[in-house]
Structure formats: structure tokens, C-alpha cells
């Protein structure tokens, strides 16, 4: 599919007004998305694990104009109260969409949002709530174009969400999605996130995610700079070829099963984010003393136990933690005992791989 097939064709139906709710979780990269092209076409395939309970929720509700103008009309409300920060970002989103959804002038918009993970708790709502949102105005479009097959539904609210924020459109669907062309996976494209549908060994399912609140405070670095930290950066294209070789060792390992072999592409690709910051111009260096305290006991937690429990990490100081379901009671309790101490507050959030957005009654 091209940006073109997203443009859709008059539609058939009217719709005055009405309501809608999605909820759609955040996702955890195990091969990273970082440096992009214009219109946000990523430099490099990426992978994710899509999350379950850490999710926004979001209403979108809708009303026809009574009188045809030139502006979007929308109001925001996060948490239950006006939040009018958001606005810069969401108008931004709606004049990059626009073109493909030419309703959103022709409506009054009200967009009520949550989280199910606490309140500036460094966790990135970026992806979750732009899939949110774009979901919403799928299932608006809907309306408008009852023919309308699901896959196309699919397809084209991870097309818009990635419009939002690069990394939502891996938002849309579970519990393995693929963004970014990749030779060897089937149906993989730069426009949207696709499911991994290739064969999965059973130490993969119902994954476990435990997300370390290291550091709870603003984003050092906002992911838009550091997206352009790459154009011109010495490593640039050689970090890009590395993310295509890793979503090949990763297809390997979804077959066999292989742990240890995990670990190691998904450990090397969270070190070489971070190492692509470090050696960026400026650099940044977004690792606090306590992740390397978590990283270091993760180490030996695994060469004393001989457990699978690795880390990766965003664009930030907190550290996520992958384990198979298998292994959670050891791990859990050394979560507790060990690493707990080196979270802000001592807070942390117990996560899972789930199977995508779900729209709400
Ligand atoms: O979607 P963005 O533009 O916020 O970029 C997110 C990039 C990382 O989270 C660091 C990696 C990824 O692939 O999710």
C-alpha cells in the first residue's frame, strides 16, 4: 500500500453526531526505532512487544458544525480536567491527518484522555495515546464508510498514529509488530506496523515486562531531537544496517526458543541507543547511576541463577525488564528485594505482553 490508498473516496453515509472510546497500550521496543526521514519514515526497521495494562484511554466525541469554518474546533481533557499544553501536539497531528481524514474540519471535537500507568512516571504516553486517538477517528471514519474492511481499519489507524508519534503505530495490535521495511518479513512496511506473523516459540508468550521508575522527571531529551541527533551522525548507517541483521538473529530466535540468544540482541540494542546518544553531537548521556545499579545486578542475577532476565531501555533513565512467564516468581522476588531500592519512591509497574488497542462500549 502507498500514503495514496489512505486518501478515501467519498464517503457514503452522514453522521451528526455521536461517541467513541479506544484503549491502547504502550509498547517496549526490542529492536530500537531511532533516526528518521521526513513525514515520519523510520531510518530502520524496529520490533516491539506490544504492553497490556499500561494503556490510555481515550473518548473522542463528535459533533457536526453548524456552521462550516476553516479551523479544527477541539477541546482536550486529560484526567478529567482542560488540558490545554497538549494543544500544540494534537493540532499538529491533525494537520499532518488531515488529508486523509478530510472530516475533521466539518466536526467539534471534545478528546478525553487517561492513563492507566501514574502521572508523569517517565513512561512515554506518546504511543498509546496518539493510537488512541487515532482509533477514534477510524472508528468515526467508519461511520462515514460503513464498507469499510477491517484491515483497512487496522492498516490505516496504524498509518495515522504513526503520523502522531513514530513508534504508536506499533500501538494498534499484539502482541509482536514490525514497522519499518525489512526484506525478510512479510508484509513489513515504512508506513505502518504490522503484525509478526511468523512462527513463535512458547518461552515468548505472555512475556513479562517489569518497568523500574528510575527517573520519573521530563524527558532530558524530547524523542524529535533525538531522532535528528542521527542525521549526520558518524555511526548513522552502519547503527541501520545493524537494526535489519537483528530483525533476522530475532527471527531466528522466535523459532528456537533461544533465551540467551534473545538477551543479547535486545541488551545490545537498548547500549546502542544509548551509545548513538553518547556519541551524537551534542551528546547526551541519559542513564542515571541507578540504571547502571539495575543493569549491573542484572548481570549477576543471571550468571548466579542462570535465569533469562534482561533489560532495555528508551530514551531515558528507566529500565525495562523482560522475563518469560515461567521464571516470574524468582524474578518478581528479586525485583522486590534488590532492585526496587534504586526506583524513584520505590515504584515500579508489573507488565505483560497483550494483544493490542480494544475499543470500549
Ligand atoms: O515514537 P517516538 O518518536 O517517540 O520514538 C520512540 C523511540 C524509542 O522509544 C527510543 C525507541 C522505539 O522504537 O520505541
Redesign the pocket.
Known sequence: MTEKDFIPNPYSATVEQGQVTWQSPS???LV???G?LEHQIPANP?I?FTLDSCRTTTTLKFSKKEQLSDDFDFELEFEGEKKDSFRPKIQKFLERVEQYLPFLKDYKFTIQTSNSFPHSSGI?S??SGMSALALCFMSLEKQLDPEMTEEYFTRKSSFLARLG????C?SVEGELVVWGFQRNIYGSSDLYGVQYRDEVHDNFRNYRDTILLVDKGEKQVS??V??ELMNGHPYAERRFRQAHDNLDRLKKIFRSGDLSEFIKVVESEALT?HAMMMTSEPYFLLMKPNTLAIINKVFRFREETGLHLCFTL??GANVHLLFPEKEEELTLEFIGSELQQHCQNGQYINDRVGSGAQKLA
Open positions: 509498547n517496549i521496543a530500537k526505532y531511532w528518521k524496529s516491539s512515554a506518546s504511543a508519534s513514530g513508534s504508536a506499533r524523542s524529535t533525538g531522532h541507543l528508551d530514551a
